[in-house]
C-alpha cells in the first residue's frame, strides 16, 4: 500500500475452508465497538531508506596502483538507526581493515560501501564510489555483483490483471516482451554509484549479454530503447502497475539482435555525465520494446540481469578530473619560483597565479608566508597570506595557486618565505 501497489481498502477476514460439510468452525475478534482498548490496532515499524546526500572524493595523484592518496568520505542520511558497521570492497573483494565509513589511502578504482545496522530486520545498505587520478585520463571497469545493482522485470499480463502487481526483481533476466494481446514486459536497470562532480565521464560504455531473442514473421523487427527513469524506484516492489516515470529525450536504442549469446555495448556517457551532477536524480533506465502495440505477433530481447551468475550487466568507464580548486589546473604549466629575483615575467591565467618552488625541507602550510608587491614599490605588500591565502593543490608537492583579481594592472613580484626563513621569488605581469 505504501508504494502503491494495492490502494488501501482494508482486508476481509474469513476460515481458510468455508464449506459447510467440514463442520463448524470459526474465530471471533472484538470489532472496535468493543472499547475496553480491546479494539482492533495496527503497529507498524519503518524507517525511511538510508541514501548518500553528499560525498567528499579525493582523487588519486597519479595512477601508479602504489599510489594510496585517494580517499571517500561519504554523509548518509536516513537508516534504521541503531549501531551501524562499515565494511569496504574494491573489484577484488571485501578489503582488510577498511571498516570506517571514511575510506582513506587508496589508488584509482571503484570502492563499494556496505553498512549494516544492529537493528534486527534492518537490510544493509550499499553504494559504491569512483576514485581517479588528477589530471590524467585512467579506465575503471565496474563490474559489480547484484549488490549495487538495482533491476527487475515488470510485467503486464492483460487477462490477469493480478500479474501486474507481481514482483520480479531476483529473476536472472533483463527481460523486454511485447506479446499483444497477452502480455507485455519491461525491465528497469540500475547503478548504485556515485559520481564525483568535478569528474568528467570521457566514456561510459555499458555491456549486456543477450541470451535470448524471438521475433515472429508477421513482425521481424523486434527493437528497443532505454529510457532515463525521472523517478525513484525499489527493486524488490516495483511493479507494472506502479512504474515510475520516464523521460522520453534522448533515449539509448537497442537495435534488433541478429544472434544469440551476444554481447551489446551501448554509450552511456550522456546520461551519467548529467547524473554526476546532481546524483539523487541518478534513477536508472527502463527497457522496452519500441512497439508494444502489436496484437497479432511477438517480439522478445532478454540479456543477462545482476542476479546472473555470469556475464553481468557492467561499465567500462573512462574517467578525468580536474582539481577543483583551480581554474584549468590540469592544462596549466607552473611557473617556478627561484631563490634570486630573475627578470622572466609571468603571466597568471584567469586571474590565477600558478607556480612551484623546490623545497628540501617539509614545510607545514602554516609556516608558508608569502607576500605580493609591486615591482617599484618593495616595502609596502599588495597581498599576503593574511590578506589571501595560497591555495596548495593537492598533485604532488610545492604546487599552489593565488587569485590575484583584485590586483590592477603591473609588475609585481611574489616573495614566498618558508619555515627554515628561506626566500623564493617570482616576477609576474598582471594585465588588463
Same mark, same amino acid.
Not at 60 to 69: D, F, L, M, Q, V
Not at 287 to 302: C, F, I, P, V, Y
Not at 404 to 431: C, H, M, P, W
Given at each position: 500500500?505504501?508504494? *502503491?501497489?494495492?490502494?488501501?481498502?482494508?482486508?476481509?477476514?474469513?476460515?481458510?475452508?468455508?464449506?459447510?460439510?467440514? *463442520?463448524?468452525?470459526?474465530?471471533?475478534?472484538?470489532?472496535?465497538?468493543? /472499547?475496553?482498548?480491546?479494539?482492533?490496532?495496527?503497529?507498524?515499524?519503518?524507517?525511511?531508506?538510508?541514501?548518500?546526500?553528499?560525498?567528499?572524493?579525493?582523487?588519486?595523484?597519479?595512477?601508479?596502483?602504489?599510489?594510496?592518496?585517494?580517499?571517500?568520505?561519504?554523509?548518509?542520511?536516513?537508516?534504521?538507526? *541503531?549501531?551501524?558497521?562499515?565494511?569496504?570492497?574494491?573489484?577484488?573483494? $571485501?578489503?582488510? /581493515?577498511?571498516?570506517?565509513?571514511?575510506?582513506? /589511502?587508496?589508488?584509482?578504482?571503484?570502492?563499494?560501501?556496505?553498512?549494516?545496522?544492529?537493528?534486527?530486520?534492518?537490510?544493509?545498505?550499499?553504494?559504491?564510489?569512483?576514485?581517479?587520478?588528477?589530471?590524467?585520463?585512467?579506465?575503471?571497469?565496474?563490474?559489480?555483483?547484484?549488490?549495487?545493482?538495482?533491476?527487475?522485470?515488470?510485467?503486464?499480463?492483460?487477462?490477469?490483471?493480478?500479474?501486474?502487481?507481481?514482483?520480479?526483481?531476483?529473476?536472472?533476466?533483463?527481460?523486454?516482451?511485447?506479446? *499483444?494481446?497477452?502480455?507485455?514486459?519491461?525491465?528497469? @536497470?540500475?547503478?548504485? &554509484?556515485? @559520481?564525483? +562532480?568535478?569528474?568528467?565521464?570521457?566514456? $561510459?560504455?555499458?555491456?549486456?549479454?543477450?541470451?535470448?531473442?524471438?521475433?515472429?514473421?508477421?513482425?521481424?523487427?523486434?527493437? /528497443?530503447?532505454?529510457?532515463?527513469?525521472?523517478?525513484?524506484?525499489?527493486?524488490?516492489?516495483?511493479?507494472?502497475?506502479?512504474?515510475?516515470?520516464?523521460?522520453?529525450?534522448?533515449?539509448?536504442?537497442?537495435?534488433? &539482435?541478429?544472434?544469440?549469446?551476444?554481447?551489446?555495448?551501448?554509450?552511456?556517457?550522456?546520461?551519467?555525465? &548529467?547524473?554526476?551532477?546532481?546524483?539523487?536524480?541518478?534513477?536508472?533506465?527502463?527497457?522496452?520494446?519500441?512497439?508494444?502495440?502489436?496484437?497479432?505477433?511477438?517480439?522478445?530481447?532478454?540479456?543477462?540481469?545482476?542476479?546472473?551468475?555470469?556475464?553481468?550487466?557492467?561499465?567500462?568507464?573512462?574517467?578525468?578530473?580536474?582539481?577543483?580548486?583551480?581554474?584549468?589546473?590540469?592544462?596549466?604549466?607552473?611557473?617556478?619560483?627561484?631563490?634570486?629575483?630573475?627578470?622572466?615575467?609571468?603571466?597568471?591565467? @584567469?586571474?590565477?597565479?600558478?607556480?612551484?618552488?623546490?623545497?628540501?625541507?617539509?614545510?607545514?602550510?602554516?609556516? &608558508?608566508?608569502?607576500?605580493?608587491?609591486?615591482?617599484?614599490?618593495?616595502?609596502?605588500?599588495?597581498?599576503?597570506?593574511?590578506?589571501?591565502?595560497?591555495?596548495?593543490?593537492?598533485?604532488?608537492?610545492?604546487?599552489?595557486?593565488?587569485?590575484?583579481?583584485? @590586483?590592477?594592472?603591473?609588475?609585481?613580484?611574489?616573495?614566498?618565505?618558508?619555515?627554515?626563513? +628561506?626566500?623564493?621569488?617570482?616576477?609576474?605581469?598582471? +594585465?588588463?
Amino acid at each position: 500500500m505504501v508504494a *502503491g501497489v494495492y490502494t488501501n481498502y482494508g482486508w476481509t477476514i474469513h476460515v481458510d475452508n468455508e464449506l459447510y460439510d467440514i *463442520g463448524n468452525r470459526y474465530q471471533e475478534f472484538d470489532p472496535r465497538e468493543q /472499547g475496553a482498548g480491546f479494539e482492533p490496532k495496527v503497529e507498524i515499524s519503518y524507517y525511511i531508506p538510508m541514501s548518500v546526500s553528499s560525498a567528499t572524493i579525493v582523487h588519486a595523484n597519479t595512477s601508479s596502483p602504489t599510489e594510496t592518496t585517494g580517499s571517500i568520505s561519504p554523509v548518509l542520511i536516513n537508516g534504521p538507526g *541503531g549501531t551501524y558497521s562499515y565494511q569496504w570492497y574494491n573489484a577484488s573483494g $571485501a578489503m582488510s /581493515g577498511k571498516t570506517s565509513l571514511n575510506l582513506t /589511502g587508496v589508488p584509482y578504482g571503484w570502492y563499494g560501501l556496505k553498512v549494516t545496522s544492529s537493528i534486527a530486520g534492518a537490510e544493509p545498505f550499499f553504494y559504491a564510489f569512483l576514485v581517479g587520478v588528477n589530471c590524467q585520463e585512467v579506465s575503471i571497469e565496474f563490474n559489480p555483483g547484484p549488490d549495487y545493482i538495482d533491476d527487475a522485470n515488470l510485467q503486464k499480463a492483460l487477462f490477469v490483471s493480478q500479474n501486474e502487481v507481481t514482483n520480479y526483481y531476483n529473476s536472472t533476466d533483463l527481460n523486454m516482451y511485447s506479446g *499483444g494481446a497477452f502480455s507485455n514486459i519491461r525491465s528497469v @536497470l540500475k547503478y548504485r &554509484l556515485w @559520481l564525483d +562532480e568535478e569528474m568528467y565521464i570521457d566514456d $561510459a560504455v555499458m555491456s549486456l549479454t543477450a541470451n535470448y531473442s524471438y521475433s515472429n514473421s508477421n513482425n521481424p523487427v523486434n527493437s /528497443g530503447s532505454m529510457y532515463v527513469m525521472t523517478e525513484n524506484w525499489n527493486e524488490k516492489i516495483i511493479t507494472y502497475s506502479n512504474q515510475p516515470e520516464y523521460s522520453l529525450i534522448n533515449p539509448i536504442p537497442i537495435p534488433s &539482435l541478429s544472434s544469440v549469446p551476444q554481447t551489446r555495448q551501448f554509450d552511456a556517457a550522456d546520461h551519467f555525465n &548529467l547524473w554526476r551532477q546532481n546524483n539523487s536524480q541518478n534513477f536508472g533506465w527502463l527497457m522496452k520494446m519500441n512497439d508494444e502495440s502489436l496484437t497479432s505477433s511477438s517480439n522478445s530481447q532478454r540479456y543477462n540481469s545482476s542476479d546472473a551468475t555470469s556475464n553481468r550487466p557492467k561499465i567500462n568507464f573512462s574517467i578525468s578530473v580536474s582539481n577543483p580548486v583551480a581554474p584549468n589546473y590540469c592544462n596549466q604549466v607552473f611557473a617556478k619560483m627561484d631563490r634570486t629575483l630573475r627578470g622572466v615575467l609571468y603571466k597568471p591565467y @584567469l586571474t590565477h597565479l600558478y607556480f612551484y618552488y623546490d623545497e628540501e625541507y617539509a614545510t607545514a602550510d602554516a609556516g &608558508l608566508n608569502y607576500k605580493v608587491y609591486k615591482a617599484d614599490a618593495p616595502l609596502v605588500p599588495v597581498l599576503n597570506h593574511t590578506i589571501q591565502p595560497l591555495t596548495e593543490i593537492e598533485y604532488g608537492d610545492n604546487r599552489y595557486t593565488l587569485d590575484v583579481s583584485d @590586483l590592477q594592472a603591473g609588475v609585481y613580484v611574489l616573495e614566498i618565505t618558508n619555515n627554515k626563513s +628561506e626566500k623564493f621569488y617570482l616576477r609576474f605581469k598582471v +594585465e588588463d
